[in-house]
């Protein structure tokens, strides 16, 4: 794997990542599955919290591969890895979102089926579970692609997703987190450090199709009413089955600024490898606007790769019934599924 050069100011590629190597060839008709997932750009993990973002990324991807294997839809495998992430506490979505400057949780999330290039997205929903889960019936259900707020809410709850204090969404670390980003206001904290955790997953199905769905709580102590680019078909994600299909993370204001998913998609169309294209996109917002993220990317042969230029992104894929994982630079482990039927091999 070769980094391509950023043309930053410290003079050196520091694109961080992992890729397939080669293209996979098939005949059309027998397309082997795929699932990449991301659980946020993020600034350094300790060692133990580590262990529990490997335990939710690799949870998650397995989920989703067990889903494609069993005939299910790239938008059902990106849905339910996706409701992985947003149950696990360790990541900023569902149960475990920031905090925004009143101590409240307001999350965003989006959905797309690369067959139809329909889309679905809410956008500062509270009192909700599994906001993705929600877009995916506003993409369904409605003939709108983007609920917000209450509207979002009400329409869940006439769909039958239960409504829960919005309490329970919130995790000790959290509120501690808020707590110390308040305290240190005025001191420079990156950008890198501020937006972690923000979940996403790309998948092709056995039949060529392809999805993305992203989730987050945002960025902590963000005014009440800010919404982000996960939820902004182009910014948070992007598929498209002849072309290929993203999930994004990072500094929400730098990724809506360049279109960062329809940025890597575009790269991709004008032939560009899954990990050169994420590496052009990213590169581009690095030096255009100075924003950090990380891209996951899967194209329509089904050549992936994970991206970032944030300090690390904790991400996994499965493919080829190989479970690989990584969360920083050069880190890449790779199980055997067939050999681990258990969907999660991890704990
Ligand atoms: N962690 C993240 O990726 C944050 C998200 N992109 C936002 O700005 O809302």
Not at 23 to 39: A, C, D, L, T, Y
Not at 61 to 81: N, R, T, W
Not at 212 to 233: E, F, H, L, Q, W
Not at 320 to 332: E, H, T
Request: charged content about 20%; proline content about 4%; some cysteine.
């Amino acid at each position: 794997m070769t980094d391509i050069p950023c043309s930053s100011h410290s003079g050196h590629s520091d694109h961080r990542s992992y890729s397939s190597s080669k293209s996979s060839q098939f005949p059309p008709e027998i397309v082997q599955p795929v699932i990449v997932v991301h659980g946020g750009g993020a600034g350094s993990i300790s060692k133990e919290r580590s262990e529990r973002v490997r335990h939710g990324v690799t949870k998650a991807a397995l989920l989703g591969y067990h889903i494609l294997k069993d005939g299910g839809s790239a938008v059902d495998a990106v849905e339910g890895a996706v409701v992985a992430l947003e149950d696990d506490p360790e990541f900023n979505a569902g149960h475990g979102s920031v905090l925004n400057e009143d101590g409240q949780i307001e999350m965003d999330a989006s959905i797309m089926d690369g067959k139809s290039l329909n889309s679905g997205a809410v956008s500062s929903i509270k009192s909700i579970a599994n906001p993705i889960k929600v877009a995916r019936l506003v993409m369904e259900k409605t003939n709108h692609s983007f609920l917000t707020d209450r509207g979002a809410t009400c329409f869940a709850k006439s769909m039958g997703i239960p409504i829960i204090p919005c309490e329970k969404l919130v995790t000790e670390r959290n509120v501690k987190r808020l707590k110390k980003e308040k305290a240190e206001k005025s001191a420079c904290m990156t950008e890198a450090d501020k937006n972690t955790g923000t979940v996403g997953a790309v998948a092709l199905d056995k039949h060529g199709n392809l999805a993305y769905a992203t989730s987050t709580g945002g960025i902590i102590n963000k005014m009440v009413g800010r919404v982000g680019d996960s939820p902004c078909v182009g910014s948070g994600g992007y598929a498209d089955n002849d072309i290929g299909a993203v999930s994004t993370t990072g500094h929400g204001e730098s990724i809506i600024k360049v279109n960062l998913a329809r940025l890597a998609i575009f790269h991709l169309q004008q032939g560009k490898k899954p990990q050169e294209a994420a590496d052009a996109a990213l590169c581009y917002m690095k030096t255009r606007v100075k924003g950090l993220g990380g891209i996951i990317v899967v194209d329509k042969s089904g050549e992936w790769a994970a991206r970032w230029t944030s300090v690390s992104m904790p991400w996994a894929s499965a493919k080829d019934d190989k479970l690989q994982f990584g969360i920083v630079p050069g880190m890449v482990h790779i199980t055997d599924i067939g050999k681990n039927k258990s969907p999660n091999p991890c704990i």
